[in-house]
């Protein structure tokens, strides 16, 4: 038990107040101690202050001890709150759910962002809200589900998150490519990942293997980023040459697997393009979007396309620098470590054989993809789980106008359909049969890689 202290001017017991320069000196009462202020001031030293709050849990692996708790938070409120579409602004909606429920929520719900001019911090507030509303179903705007009388909140607190939410959403808007006119997904989200970077204290005098060192001692690395190889392997000695460089999205181009008579048969349309004159874009707005001026090549699946994508290719007349011969050799390529989150983005802007547009064709995925067979040194689980997915609602085709939707699952399971301010819940039928334009796949059971961050180059090295 704590001992009784003595007040240091009266001699009595139980002294209750200390000096609070100090935090040394013990007195009964606030009399007693400007009584003895005189004789005791000459002695009295402040403490040192206390060391500031590391906040700044972003690189150098100081957020490993969080990794655990981050990639395994769960949402089980549902995926309910829409963001409003600022005008041609569904491209960026998109993205921004997706990063909502993704891994990377789990590490910002956790820790602390220096700052706050940085997409970091405004990302981390963003997700800090939407997961609030979830718990609490908040139905204020700009995600607004239900009417007035099914809030609860006062009319100051409803205007007060109003404004609040349309700063945040402007912010997030002005830090990227937006700029009033329909813009793409995947450049946003590839947009917001080096943004990301940027915040997490990246020096700009890092080049070369640094910097893909510096990049892979991050979050956003821990989360999206994943480490490709390649090889070239002699026929003559067997020496193998690889080279790894880091990846934070995977590009599938639907033109994987394709032949020349494929193309001339999408080719052949006798449709009027609906951008060469008002007749035919009303045409095609009553026949819907998704609809095609050409008929779609023959469908394919997610898991044909990465087998396609890491194929095995024959390089001849190869130097090799082991046996110094030339010869034949296979350049092989595969996943040196895999991602916590796979971000896929299926290219369908091809320009082959003067074939331009969406190349609208159907690419059908599962819930679950295993990534053992495209790995180099495959692990004992490398089992993904997908929960959301962006598709690209055209029109005839085109690549400049249409729509961007999003479905995302949470962890109950169920499957929700965020279109802007709309969300309502899908079943997985619904899903499977859509055309995906990105794909986000989430490691059944993360995996913590350590990965010590670079020495910072000193000036004038």
């Given at each position: 038990m704590e001992t009784s202290k003595t007040c240091a001017y009266c001699s009595k017991p139980d002294a209750l107040k200390i000096c609070g320069r100090c935090r040394n000196q013990p007195?009964?009462?606030?009399?007693?101690?400007?009584?003895?202020?005189?004789?005791?001031?000459?002695?009295?030293?402040?403490?040192?202050?206390?060391?500031?709050?590391?906040?700044?849990?972003?690189?150098?692996?100081?957020?490993?001890?969080?990794?655990?708790?981050?990639?395994?938070?769960?949402?089980n409120a549902g995926c309910r709150v829409g963001l409003r579409n600022e005008g041609n602004t569904c491209y960026l909606t998109c993205v921004l759910q997706c990063l909502t429920y993704s891994p990377l929520a789990g590490y910002l719900l956790e820790l602390d962002v220096d700052g706050s001019n940085n997409m970091m911090a405004e990302l981390q507030s963003h997700i800090r809200k939407v997961w609030?509303?979830?718990?609490?179903?908040?139905?204020?705007e700009p995600s607004r589900i239900g009417s007035e009388e099914d809030s609860d909140d006062s009319a100051e607190t409803v205007q007060a998150c109003k404004t609040e939410d349309i700063?945040?959403?402007?912010?997030?808007?002005?830090?990227?490519?937006?700029?009033?006119?329909?813009?793409?997904?995947?450049?946003?989200?590839?947009?917001?990942?080096?943004?990301?970077?940027?915040?997490c204290g990246a020096s700009k005098s890092l080049t070369g293997k640094a910097l893909a060192e510096w990049e892979r001692s991050t979050i956003v690395h821990d989360v999206f980023g994943s480490d490709l190889e390649q090889a070239c392997v002699c026929s003559a000695c067997g020496f193998?040459?690889?080279?790894?460089?880091?990846?934070?999205?995977?590009?599938?181009?639907?033109?994987?697997?394709?032949?020349?008579?494929?193309?001339l048969l999408s080719a052949e349309s006798s449709m009027e393009k609906p951008w060469e004159s008002r007749s035919a874009t009303r045409e095609a707005l009553k026949r819907g979007s998704g609809t095609s001026p050409r008929a779609p090549p023959p469908p394919t699946t997610v898991e044909e396309l990465l087998k396609l994508y890491f194929s095995t290719e024959t390089i001849d007349d190869y130097a090799c620098d082991e046996c110094h011969e030339r010869c034949r050799c296979d350049k092989v390529s595969g996943f040196r470590t895999t991602p916590n989150c796979l971000a896929t983005y299926i290219d369908r802007q091809p320009q082959y054989n003067q074939l331009f547009g969406k190349l609208n064709r159907v690419v059908t995925f599962s819930e679950t993809l295993d990534l053992r067979p495209f790995c180099v040194e495959p692990g004992s689980d490398e089992i993904y789980r997908l929960?959301?997915?962006?598709?690209?609602?055209?029109?005839?085709?085109?690549?400049?106008?249409?729509?961007?939707?999003?479905?995302?699952?949470?962890?109950?399971?169920?499957?929700?359909?965020?279109?802007?301010?709309?969300?309502?819940?899908?079943?997985?039928?619904?899903?499977?049969r859509v055309n995906p334009y990105m794909l986000f796949?989430?490691?059944?059971?993360?995996?913590?890689?350590?990965?010590?961050?670079?020495?910072?180059?000193?000036e004038g090295e």
């Amino acid at each position: 038990m704590e001992t009784s202290k003595t007040c240091a001017y009266c001699s009595k017991p139980d002294a209750l107040k200390i000096c609070g320069r100090c935090r040394n000196q013990p007195y009964c009462s606030l009399e007693c101690q400007r009584s003895d202020w005189r004789r005791h001031k000459a002695s009295c030293a402040p403490l040192a202050p206390p060391p500031p709050r590391r906040t700044n849990r972003l690189h150098k692996d100081a957020f490993r001890p969080f990794a655990k708790k981050a990639l395994s938070k769960k949402n089980n409120a549902g995926c309910r709150v829409g963001l409003r579409n600022e005008g041609n602004t569904c491209y960026l909606t998109c993205v921004l759910q997706c990063l909502t429920y993704s891994p990377l929520a789990g590490y910002l719900l956790e820790l602390d962002v220096d700052g706050s001019n940085n997409m970091m911090a405004e990302l981390q507030s963003h997700i800090r809200k939407v997961w609030k509303r979830n718990e609490l179903l908040s139905r204020t705007e700009p995600s607004r589900i239900g009417s007035e009388e099914d809030s609860d909140d006062s009319a100051e607190t409803v205007q007060a998150c109003k404004t609040e939410d349309i700063d945040v959403a402007r912010s997030l808007l002005k830090r990227t490519l937006h700029n009033g006119r329909m813009q793409d997904a995947h450049e946003a989200l590839v947009d917001i990942q080096a943004q990301l970077l940027e915040s997490c204290g990246a020096s700009k005098s890092l080049t070369g293997k640094a910097l893909a060192e510096w990049e892979r001692s991050t979050i956003v690395h821990d989360v999206f980023g994943s480490d490709l190889e390649q090889a070239c392997v002699c026929s003559a000695c067997g020496f193998r040459s690889p080279s790894t460089h880091v990846e934070m999205m995977l590009m599938l181009n639907a033109t994987l697997g394709l032949r020349d008579e494929d193309f001339l048969l999408s080719a052949e349309s006798s449709m009027e393009k609906p951008w060469e004159s008002r007749s035919a874009t009303r045409e095609a707005l009553k026949r819907g979007s998704g609809t095609s001026p050409r008929a779609p090549p023959p469908p394919t699946t997610v898991e044909e396309l990465l087998k396609l994508y890491f194929s095995t290719e024959t390089i001849d007349d190869y130097a090799c620098d082991e046996c110094h011969e030339r010869c034949r050799c296979d350049k092989v390529s595969g996943f040196r470590t895999t991602p916590n989150c796979l971000a896929t983005y299926i290219d369908r802007q091809p320009q082959y054989n003067q074939l331009f547009g969406k190349l609208n064709r159907v690419v059908t995925f599962s819930e679950t993809l295993d990534l053992r067979p495209f790995c180099v040194e495959p692990g004992s689980d490398e089992i993904y789980r997908l929960y959301a997915v962006v598709c690209h609602l055209d029109v005839a085709g085109s690549t400049f106008f249409g729509h961007y939707v999003c479905y995302v699952r949470d962890d109950r399971e169920r499957w929700w359909l965020l279109d802007d301010e709309s969300v309502r819940p899908v079943g997985w039928d619904a899903v499977r049969r859509v055309n995906p334009y990105m794909l986000f796949y989430a490691r059944a059971r993360p995996h913590l890689v350590f990965r010590a961050a670079p020495a910072r180059p000193r000036e004038g090295e």
